[in-house]
């Protein structure tokens, strides 16, 4: 027989209606948890507005915590191109361009969005004229010092080096100086084929507005706080000047880096840059610089990329990794951090790291091993009724949880794709083994309590604290972990490689005599701390 909604279609018709307006409410409260600076799609997916990017980088999310940050579009990789004599400001959710001083818009205008709005004119005294000319010497110099074939073909490396260290030193003070000798032009810029060069002045001794300072050059740039250039008790204008040398990388190439494996093929991947400040010539910063850099090679299919700066030691000059480290990497540029000044460039591996098959077969014996004696001990510790107590129970979840983390492991550990697999195994490997490491611990509390505490009462006491506190804080804490972590950052759950077989094999290593051995001596040594009541029952 039909239903009461098909016999009554008034009811049916209330409850399709009811049943509408639960799930509109619904997903008008998905839409209520939009974070700020982001609007809902279809009533299902947030986006962040135009100007802002989510932390994970996706376009459409629902993840709750998410955030939308303001892009900086006056920045690699975006690195809006405002034309000549003008530079990008960024401002929250936006942009826009403006003339340098001593420049501006023929309508008269403050402001204006892209270099096909560029009319600034000069509007200076001969200063600015000059301040020009005197770099555009600089730079004719140097393209004189570049193309000396004799110069560069007749010395040795360590001579190379060396003229190379005085070549850009010598550049980098006339620059500062040539910068200084007109404080009234903030900003001089000035690029051709071989050299690019940005300075800016400051004299108003670093107001609230101008915290950092940002340059770019031929589509490199370099962020600086203003309290490194000014240098504190400095007296006077403080000047700062970013230098981009295009083909100035085909003579202090990656031959001058010696730091790498010898079996790795290293090539210089962008352009040299060098970064000053005057008038006092600090190489130590109170906070560090960020430089990013565009890829002469976009897309490299490399796996190691080294942030490097020209290191003068007492025997010529080399490529170091000292006071620098990566930041971020895309196909097209890399960000690094450097806690200094000098000279500056990027190096990448030529190709990828390639797996020993001697070392894989050896990982995954090696768990396979593994998982059968924590199978085996597993089901000792669960079936076995006459030797369980509270020891027995961390020996089995501690089994357990590298149990099930081995086989997550050596059955996930190539599920790169889809990305959400690929998150959801990085967040339960993280899980499995921090629970494994927090079962260890709560051993070695337990077998210390029980060493302290050798009576029969206070031995039972301690067995009933451990069988109320094991279980929370064995799977709670690594749990409360892994949410903290999923929550803030999402993204870096999961990766496109896999880890190298040469750490899988020490990993299981480790593994395995954590898993036994800590065991087995916690097994002998309970025969002997039980008291003998205990062990009479």
């Known amino acids: 027989p039909p239903g009461p909604l098909l016999q009554n279609p008034t009811i049916g018709l209330c409850f399709l209606l009811s049943l509408y307006g639960a799930v509109t409410q619904k997903t008008k409260t998905s839409c209520a948890k939009c974070p700020p600076n982001a609007s809902c799609v279809n009533n299902t997916h947030c986006t962040c507005d135009h100007g802002y990017t989510s932390g994970s980088g996706q376009k459409l999310f629902t993840f709750p915590l998410e955030t939308c940050n303001d892009i900086n579009e006056c920045i690699p990789p975006y690195s809006v191109y405002c034309g000549f004599n003008a530079v990008c400001h960024n401002v929250e959710g936006s942009f826009y361009c403006q003339c340098v ?14 270099s096909n709005e560029n009319t600034c004119q000069d509007t200076t005294s001969s200063k600015t004229t000059q301040g020009r000319k005197e770099l555009q010497k600089i730079v004719d110099k140097f393209e004189s010092l570049l193309t000396n074939q004799t110069l560069w073909r007749t010395e040795g490396k360590q001579e190379i080096s060396s003229t190379a260290t005085i070549i850009l030193r010598d550049v980098e003070s006339k620059v500062l100086e040539t910068a200084l000798k007109a404080p009234e032009q903030k900003v001089l810029k000035i690029q051709n084929d071989s050299v690019a060069i940005e300075t800016q002045v400051i004299t108003d001794n670093c107001s609230e507005e101008r915290k950092t300072f940002n340059l770019n050059v031929q589509m490199n740039s370099m962020d600086i706080r203003c309290n490194d250039i000014i240098q504190g008790d400095t007296q006077g204008p403080s000047a700062i000047a970013f230098i981009s040398y295009s083909s100035f990388g085909n003579i202090i190439n990656a031959t001058f880096f010696e730091e790498m494996d010898k079996k790795d093929q290293v090539y210089l ?63 097209s540029h890399t960000m690094c951090n450097c806690s200094h000044l000098s000279s500056f460039a990027v190096l990448m591996a030529l190709t990828s790291q390639e797996e020993d098959p001697v070392l894989t077969i050896i990982t995954y014996v090696g768990l396979s091993v593994s998982l059968l004696c924590l199978l085996l001990a597993a089901l000792t510790f669960l079936l076995c009724k006459a030797i369980q107590n509270t020891s027995t129970s961390l020996h089995l979840q501690l089994s357990l949880c590298l149990f099930l983390a081995h086989l997550l492991f050596l059955v996930g550990i190539d599920r790169t794709e889809p990305k959400v ?8 490997l993280h899980y499995l083994y921090l629970a494994a490491f927090t079962w260890m611990l709560l051993e070695g509390v337990h077998l210390f309590l029980t060493a302290r505490n050798l009576t029969v009462v206070n031995y039972s006491s301690i067995n009933r604290l451990m069988k109320w506190i094991m279980f929370p804080v064995g799977y709670g804490v690594p749990a409360v972990t892994v949410a903290i972590s999923a929550a803030s950052w999402p993204h870096l759950y999961g990766t496109q490689d896999l880890v190298p077989t040469k750490n899988l094999k020490k990993n299981s290593q480790a593994w395995w005599f954590t898993s036994v051995v800590p065991a087995t001596q916690e097994a002998e040594m309970e025969g002997l701390l039980e008291p003998r009541s205990s062990r009479l029952q």
């Open 269 to 331: 991947n962008s352009q040299v840059v060098s970064a000053a400040i005057g008038p006092k010539r600090n190489v130590s910063l109170s906070k560090s610089v960020t430089l990013t850099f565009q890829h002469v090679k976009m897309n490299p299919s490399t796996k190691k990329v080294f942030c490097v700066y020209w290191k003068s030691t007492g025997q010529g000059s080399q490529w170091s990794r000292d006071g620098c480290f990566l930041i971020h990497m895309n196909k």
């Open 421 to 428: 697999l690929c998150s959801i195994i990085a967040g339960a």
């Open 101 to 114: 001083p001593g420049y501006r818009l023929h309508s008269g205008n403050e402001q204006f969005s892209n």
